[in-house]
């Protein structure tokens, strides 16, 4: 969803500031890169986007506090449709071939599995179906419910900080973009660690700020989607959070979908349209222009995960023996 599409109008207050320091090396020197605005939704606010002197860790600081992060996450956030989208639909099952690879390999039969930021339960259905015993965890009350009461899935709604896990429970925990939009993301993959059997499995996906799409955009790239995502991870980072966790990454994939450049240059036509047209582009010539751009656009994002500079990130750990 983009705020070019048409978007309702939201009540937003005014958003409260906190300083956090780096995750990886705690209070350390950062350089702000620029300041970033809620593209995605037109919230308000201004959230400089900094990088640790130290580490290379790339986050906003100042942020919103915990209180004020939830206006936005508006319901507009999680569209809910009677049908399943085709391509939300189609990760999904990407996801399970992934999920299902190491299944075979690892000699798991009917593995426990658990999805962190489940939204909808789209991943976790198409598992069920291939007879694996499934859980979410969804922030969002109305998503949660809908896979609750769509699906009939055991979706819990609340936060990972919220839950209580039993050591040892699961032989596989995803989270697919989550990580990059949790306030603590280090105390989140030690509590996943506990949660993994040994030699488990954990399959995380964020978007790559190493990316080449994030050098060509800079504050315009979509996947800053400030101020939601938090964090903002490289390889090198990924890498670092997960082994200070306790996790062993084993790899590292780039991906090369077309989402995160597409978008980027939807935002820029959309601020086009606004200023020659005073009016964002309606929701069909959006979805047109979109298509029309993934073309090129797929050879593009293709060489870019050859050369180690993919869009997202596909991260794939191990929880020691």
């Not at 899935?153 to 032989?171: C, E, I, K, S, Y």
């Not at 929701?283 to 180690?308: F, H, I, K, V």
């Amino acid at each position: 969803m983009s705020a070019g599409m048409g978007t309702e109008p939201q009540k937003w207050p005014n958003a409260l500031l906190e300083e956090v320091a780096c995750p990886l090396c705690g209070p350390s020197r950062t350089r702000t890169l620029f300041v970033a605005r809620d593209r995605l939704l037109g919230g308000p606010g201004a959230f400089p986007v900094t990088r640790c002197l130290c580490c290379g860790m790339v986050y906003l600081n100042p942020r919103p506090t915990a209180g004020a992060l939830g206006a936005y996450y508006p319901d507009v956030y999680y569209p809910l449709k009677e049908e399943p989208d085709p391509t939300a639909l189609a990760i999904a099952r990407g996801l399970c071939t992934r999920v299902a690879g190491w299944v075979e390999r690892a000699d798991a039969s009917n593995p426990s599995v658990l999805d962190i930021g489940c939204g909808t339960g789209l991943f976790l259905r198409e598992a069920r179906e291939r007879g694996w015993t499934v859980e979410g965890i969804e922030l969002s009350a109305s998503a949660a419910a809908y896979a609750r009461e769509r699906f009939g899935l055991p979706v819990r709604q609340g936060t990972l900080a919220q839950t209580t896990l039993p050591n040892g429970a699961f032989d596989v925990i995803t989270m697919w973009h989550v990580l990059e939009h949790l306030p603590d993301p280090l105390a989140t993959l030690r509590q996943v660690q506990g949660a993994l059997r040994p030699g488990g499995l954990l399959l995380l996906a964020v978007p790559n700020v190493a990316s080449l799409e994030a050098r060509l955009f800079g504050r315009r790239w979509y996947s800053l989607d400030a101020p939601r995502h938090l964090y903002h991870f490289s390889p090198a980072t990924v890498e670092a959070a997960l082994r200070r966790a306790g996790l062993r990454p084993e790899r590292i994939v780039h991906s090369a979908g077309t989402a995160g450049l597409v978008y980027s240059l939807m935002g820029d036509l959309t601020g086009v349209s606004l200023k020659l047209r005073r009016r964002p582009l309606s929701a069909p010539a959006y979805r047109r222009a979109a298509r029309a751009l993934s073309l090129p656009a797929a050879p593009l994002c293709a060489l870019a995960a050859r050369a180690g500079r993919g869009g997202a990130l596909e991260i794939y750990a191990i929880n020691p023996d």
